[in-house]
């Protein structure tokens, strides 16, 4: 036994000689070692004070956020299982505090939901506005454009806590001037961001195929969540409501638009008094776009009443017929142009009354017994007090 544990020993010798040693550091490993040594947080370098540009910049940003809100437009859905009611969030977007009485102003399309196949179905019927405090108010749509893309919320918030925003004029505004836009983008809450007046007096295309005229083009970083917040001039006053970037992209790309702030202080006052601007009554109602899908009409304004001794009823325009219970069983009419331009909802047509309101006449392509027929509605015989348009 001591023999062979002698013989194992021997045998091993040689290969215990033959064990590699450790290996030796490189140099650069050397050197990564020996610095670790020193690791230690670094010591700021000061600065010199902030120029006046950043000082007039954060002073503009801590005046002006107050006046900005977030917007969530809520739409109420119906579990068809359970009958539950709960609320989906179809659109949001930014705002801005108007005056002291809680009137808040934004895009129409921010607090509007859209259909399958892009037809506006009007406004949600809960609209929920967080201040720059964080708190979440109800708010209303009082006043509407759609040529202009502009809605005005009242907001059941404490007026104290909703700071009016400065108002400026864009009438004298110059191409190159800086400007900076607050609002929301992608839901990022009081986003900040500049740029210069890239060009003015830009045609902005609405939803409603009308044109807000006097657009400011601004180089400032526009995305989706910015729409109906405020553009500003470097004294933080109100120049512009951001409103639109380029179809093409979704994104911002240096080019945006703003509806001036001198379009704004002629119509959000008559929104706020009147609820919509007044164009020609016609005599007529139309479904919204949602119901004529539901009775398969994908194109064109289906007419529902027609009021007696109006422009409507003298052209002989026909609204659907009803049984006792209320119930649509026959079509009339289906608007489908208006002044040979093709009609996709009730919102264009309104858009383009608001416009350009007709003095004389107005021609309608209507779709009749499978055919299209034109009327003529004369408005210039004084018409009873009707409803709709």
Do not use: C
Request: proline share 8%; hydrophobic share 40%; charged share 15%.
């Amino acid at each position: 036994m001591i023999r062979r544990l002698v013989s194992l020993l021997l045998l091993a010798g040689p290969l215990l000689a033959q064990a590699p040693s450790p290996k030796a550091l490189s140099a650069e490993d050397a050197l990564i070692a020996r610095y670790r040594a020193f690791a230690a947080p670094r010591t700021p370098t000061p600065r010199g004070p902030l120029t006046a540009e950043e000082r007039n910049t954060i002073r503009r940003f801590k005046e002006v956020r107050k006046s900005v809100v977030y917007i969530t437009a809520v739409q109420m859905q119906k579990n068809p299982v359970t009958g539950a009611i709960t609320q989906k969030a179809v659109s949001s977007g930014s705002g801005l505090v108007w005056d002291q009485y809680g009137h808040v102003v934004t895009n129409h399309h921010v607090v509007t939901m859209d259909g399958p196949e892009g037809q506006r179905m009007g406004e949600t019927p809960v609209v929920e506005v967080t201040l720059s405090d964080g708190k979440t108010y109800q708010g209303r749509v009082i006043g509407f454009s759609f040529a202009f893309d502009i809605a005005v919320l009242q907001v059941f918030a404490p007026l104290n806590a909703m700071k009016p925003i400065p108002i400026g004029r864009s009438d004298d505004l110059q191409v190159g001037q800086d400007v900076m836009a607050i609002g929301n983008p992608f839901g990022f809450d009081h986003t900040l961001t500049k740029g210069i007046v890239s060009a003015l007096d830009r045609p902005i295309p609405t939803n409603y195929q009308t044109q807000v005229l006097k657009g400011i083009q601004t180089d400032a970083a526009v995305n989706p969540g910015n729409s109906g917040g405020p553009l500003l001039d470097s004294a933080g006053r109100l120049i512009g409501m951001n409103t639109a970037i380029p179809r093409a992209t979704g994104a911002s790309i240096g080019i945006s638009f703003a509806i001036p702030v001198d379009t704004l202080n002629q119509i959000v006052p008559l929104l706020i008094s009147r609820g919509q601007l007044e164009p020609p009554r016609m005599g007529f109602t139309v479904f919204s776009a949602y119901d004529a899908m539901q009775m398969g009409v994908r194109q064109g304004l289906v007419v529902d009443k027609v009021d007696p001794d109006t422009p409507a009823a003298r052209a002989g325009l026909l609204g659907v017929k009803r049984d006792a219970q209320g119930q649509v069983v026959q079509l009339g009419d289906v608007i489908l142009a208006y002044q040979g331009l093709a009609l996709k909802d009730e919102g264009q047509l309104a858009a383009l009354l608001e416009v350009a309101p007709p003095a004389n006449e107005v021609v309608f392509d209507v779709l009749r017994n499978g055919q299209v027929v034109k009327l003529h509605l004369n408005l210039k015989t004084p018409a009873s007090p009707p409803a709709g348009i």
